[in-house]
Nanobody, 124 residues
Framework: EVQLMESGGGSVQAGGSLRLSCTDS????????MGWYRQAPGNECELVAA??????TWYSSSVKGRFTISQDNAKNTDLQLDNLKPEDTAVYYC???????????????????WGQGTQVTVSS
């Protein structure tokens, strides 16, 4: 079964940090570019960061300079969240092939993600 598992979420105060991890236990996506998305209640699913297999990155304007996406040797895709703001509160998901979303050619439905997501809650 193809599955991704997001972890590392939690509750922090504004200005705090969290590190999210996306684990591909079945290595189904080892050769895929990956993206991190988030969805807050009442909001659309939003792509916030993406990384290519060779390490090139992209960030949405809402998180650039505060979030950092990376991959380790095991092909886990991490997202470091620094200087968190209350508006970063959302469920965060990872998924492959983010570039059509970056280009605006398509949208990703977070409810169709491969994992359950991880909740990030930032209080003011």
């Amino acid at each position: 079964e193809v599955q991704l598992m997001e972890s590392g979420g939690g509750s922090v105060q504004a200005g705090g940090s969290l590190r999210l991890s996306c684990t591909d236990s079945g290595h189904a996506f080892d050769r895929y570019d990956m993206g991190w998305y988030r969805q807050a209640p009442g909001n659309e699913c939003e792509l916030v960061a993406a990384i290519t297999v060779d390490g090139s990155t992209w960030y949405s304007s809402s998180v650039k300079g505060r979030f950092t996406i990376s991959q380790d040797n095991a092909k886990n895709t991490d997202l470091q969240l620094d200087n968190l703001k209350p508006e970063d509160t959302a469920v965060y998901y990872c998924a492959p092939d983010p570039w059509l979303v970056v280009a605006g050619s398509t949208k990703f439905d977070c409810s169709n993600s491969w994992g359950q997501g991880t909740q990030v809650t930032v209080s003011s």
